[in-house]
């Protein structure tokens, strides 16, 4: 389970942020179900899903980039490294002095009985640092420094046999990641790292086609076909069946005569005749069944677009519950549906905001933050900018006023 994921300096955020999934002490309002799992005997909490709103540019889909860099170059930065090439993350760019300073990235998570902590830095094509931390997840357990690098040189621990193999016959070049080229090399501790990030699946919703070639892939399985298909009739979509036919996607609709009696089947296709949202709530399924089947970690960048508001709740409660999520999935999504803020569906602590400051640099803050009554209607107060994180509106009646004023003259 992720724990927290931290990052700074990169893209619209300048100052480090921080998207924690531990749950607070807090008194929360009751919520449909209990999203909280205890991580072994630490006493420490871990919450199912988090939602993050936002105004528009304010900085929402840049937690979902900087996530998926963190993951793309901790699991390619070796095999995809070119000398002198760029990394592909932009820092903030907006201010003489974090322009020429690395971004930074760090996550803290629980993969097989064990907390590792690891992280970078990196500015263009140079790795500047590089961390790793374990330890178990008994209450008193010690952090163990595995691996640490910078500029002056590499420690590894005693006990990290390949790590220190790696580093003294000097393998990894400055544009490289040591973990990854220690998974690449079948390193044991980075190869179940390596997996664990594999099973975080990151998406965009603004470029479905990943989703969609996922979900084709997936279909050929006949067991995996039938449960998309369930999942596609839940959310009453009228659609009989779906079907693959020379690799082709259709879907199958019942006919009905005269009488109002199911007369025969039509074949439609799929990506041509049903709609955006059915299409993408066909492109969802599998990730969504798979992380809840496996225990892996769904992170979607704008979850609600071209959803009912019904649905992204009922979605986002399938993570809350200890019945359809019994392995402790993770669900982490950008929105702007507001309505999931009275769906009773959320503790303070899983609801996130970003917000912009005069200089255009974005923060990142949580909802427990905030002293909110018993009672308090999240949606209605945050609409209300009693939380920030909502757009500062003009006149745009002023737009057709300048037309009017052009007009006369």
């Known amino acids: 389970m992720i724990i927290q994921f931290s990052f700074g300096n990169v893209l619209s955020f300048k100052e480090p942020a921080c998207l924690s999934m531990v749950a607070t002490s807090l008194k929360e309002p009751k919520v449909a179900n209990n999203p909280v799992i205890t991580v072994g005997d630490t006493g420490i909490g871990l919450l199912c899903s988090a939602a993050v709103f936002g105004a528009n540019a304010s900085g929402k889909s840049n937690i979902i980039k900087a996530f998926r860099f963190f993951k793309d170059f901790t699991v390619n930065s070796f095999g995809n490294a070119k000398a002198g090439r760029s990394a592909g993350i932009e820092n903030f760019r907006l201010n003489s002095e974090s322009i020429a300073e690395p971004s930074s990235f760090e996550l803290i998570f629980l993969c097989n009985e064990n907390r590792y902590r690891y992280g970078f830095e990196v500015l263009n094509s140079s790795?500047?640092?590089?961390?790793?931390?374990?330890?178990?997840?008994?209450?008193?357990?010690?952090?163990?420094?595995?691996?640490?690098?910078?500029?002056?040189?590499?420690?590894?621990?005693?006990?990290?046999?390949?790590?220190?193999?790696?580093?003294?016959?000097?393998?990894?070049?400055?544009?490289?990641?040591?973990?990854?080229?220690?998974?690449?090399?079948?390193?044991?501790?980075?190869?179940?790292?390596?997996?664990?990030?594999?099973?975080?699946?990151?998406?965009?919703?603004?470029?479905?086609?990943?989703?969609?070639?996922?979900?084709?892939?997936?279909?050929?399985?006949?067991?995996?076909?039938?449960?998309?298909?369930?999942?596609?009739?839940?959310?009453?979509?009228?659609?009989?069946?779906?079907?693959?036919?020379?690799?082709?996607?259709?879907?199958?609709?019942?006919?009905?005569?005269?009488?109002?009696?199911?007369?025969?089947?039509?074949?439609?296709p799929f990506t041509e005749n049903e709609s955006e949202g059915t299409i993408k709530y066909f492109g969802l399924a599998y990730p969504i069944i798979h992380a809840l089947d496996t225990g892996g970690r769904l992170i979607i960048d704008e979850f609600d677009s071209k959803l009912h508001p019904l649905l992204t709740s009922s979605i986002a409660g399938l993570f809350s519950s200890a019945e359809t999520n019994p392995h402790h999935a993770q669900l982490i999504f950008t929105t702007h549906d507001t309505a999931l803020l009275g769906a009773k569906l959320f503790r303070r602590d899983q609801v996130w905001f970003t917000e912009k400051d005069i200089y255009s640099a974005s923060s990142l803050y949580s909802l427990s933050e905030y002293k909110v009554r018993s009672g308090a209607a999240f949606e209605r107060d945050y609409?209300?900018?009693?939380?920030?994180?909502?757009?500062?509106?003009?006149?745009?009646?002023?737009?057709?006023?300048?037309?009017?004023?052009?007009?006369?003259?």
């Open 127 to 268: 790795v500047k640092m590089e961390w790793l931390y374990c330890k178990s997840i008994r209450k008193r357990a010690k952090e163990i420094e595995l691996l640490f690098r910078d500029e002056n040189g590499t420690r590894v621990h005693s006990s990290y046999d390949r790590m220190q193999d790696i580093v003294r016959k000097q393998y990894v070049r400055s544009d490289t990641l040591c973990l990854s080229l220690a998974a690449w090399l079948n390193d044991p501790t980075a190869v179940k790292i390596m997996q664990w990030m594999s099973d975080t699946a990151i998406l965009s919703c603004s470029d479905e086609k990943p989703m969609w070639d996922d979900a084709m892939q997936h279909f050929d399985d006949s067991r995996m076909r039938q449960r998309i298909i369930s999942f596609s009739r839940f959310a009453d979509l009228g659609i009989d069946s779906i079907k693959k036919i020379d690799d082709h996607l259709v879907s199958t609709h019942i006919q009905y005569n005269a009488d109002g009696k199911a007369a025969k089947e039509i074949i439609f």
């Open 383 to 409: 609409l209300s900018g009693r939380y920030g994180a909502t757009p500062i509106l003009g006149d745009l009646a002023e737009v057709f006023a300048e037309r009017k004023n052009h007009d006369r003259n």
